[in-house]
């Protein structure tokens, strides 16, 4: 297998899917369904490391209840746009999750693995309650069924970048969501 290309495509060259503002909007939604489904409680909101911090930010200053931050490190993609199948733990939560109501927080749904498995991880801690809450689902690469119960898009079969997501590090910090055309990783 060839290396994959260091240098990232020129941002000029990527096709917006989602905008800045359309996702601003669909978050501020999502924080007040969360608001009014945990009305006079708290909420402990763990992120999926590092895809899902950016969203995690945004979502929980739309969220006007007590909340409180944790975070997952998972490893499965390792830089590659295809899954591994794989799903291992890097980095457990700090605080308990027992009897908390538990919101996992994650850039994407695609095959499902990553939160099938850290489902069960906090399952295991016996929350209160738990819920899941994804940016991005793309339901067409599901290997494992799980839905998210707080679900910003749907959105086609396309690699995405931006506002968290990446491709290998790179494209974090896109403020817009960008279809990464396959010429940015195709082997060649
Ligand atoms: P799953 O375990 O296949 O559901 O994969 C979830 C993880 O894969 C996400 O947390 C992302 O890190 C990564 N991922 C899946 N699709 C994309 C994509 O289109 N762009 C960037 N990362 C993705
Ligand atoms: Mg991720």
């Known amino acids: 297998m060839n290396p994959l290309p260091p240098v990232p495509l020129p941002v000029s060259r990527m096709k917006v899917l989602i905008t800045r503002d359309e996702i601003t909007r669909r978050v501020a939604e999502m924080g007040r369904d969360i608001t009014r489904d945990f009305e006079g409680q708290s909420v402990l909101l763990v992120g999926v490391l590092k895809g899902a911090t950016i969203f995690l930010a945004e979502l929980a200053r739309s969220i006007e209840l007590d909340a409180t931050f944790d975070f997952f490190g998972v490893s499965s993609y390792a830089d590659r746009t295809q899954p591994s199948g794989e799903v291992r733990l890097t980095k457990d939560v700090d605080t308990s999750l027992e009897g908390k109501n538990v919101i996992l927080v994650e850039d994407i749904l695609d095959t499902g ?45 396309e690699f995405v970048v931006g506002y968290g997501l990446d491709y290998a590090e790179h494209y974090r910090n896109l403020p817009d969501i960008c279809i990464l055309p396959p010429e940015a990783y195709s082997a060649g």
């Open 113 to 157: 693995l990553t939160l099938n498995y850290l489902k069960n991880v906090v399952l295991q801690h016996q929350p209160r309650s738990f819920k899941i809450a994804a940016l991005l689902d793309k339901p067409a690469r599901r290997i494992q069924p799980i839905d998210a119960d707080y679900l910003g898009f749907t959105i086609p079969n």
